[in-house]
């Protein structure tokens, strides 16, 4: 027995990008990570199931 009949698009995978030194995919991720860097952001705590906002912003480190 048939449910019926089905059609979809198929999945497209997205380019693969090579970031060798010098190339503009590298460049284009170094000036999106030093953005991200210079932002300053508030981390959220939840105790218990209460929530804890002190409205100060802290620098955040990466991992890297």
Do not use: D, Q, W
């Not at 027995?1 to 198929?10: E, N, R, V």
């Amino acid at each position: 027995m048939s449910i019926g009949t089905f059609s979809y698009p198929m999945p497209v995978n997205e380019p693969v990008m090579s970031y060798a030194p010098g190339s503009t995919e590298k460049k284009r991720l170094k000036e999106v990570l030093a953005e991200l860097k210079a932002v300053r952001s508030m981390c959220r705590c939840i105790s218990a199931v209460k929530k804890v906002r002190t409205g100060k912003k802290n620098s955040h480190t990466s991992a890297a």
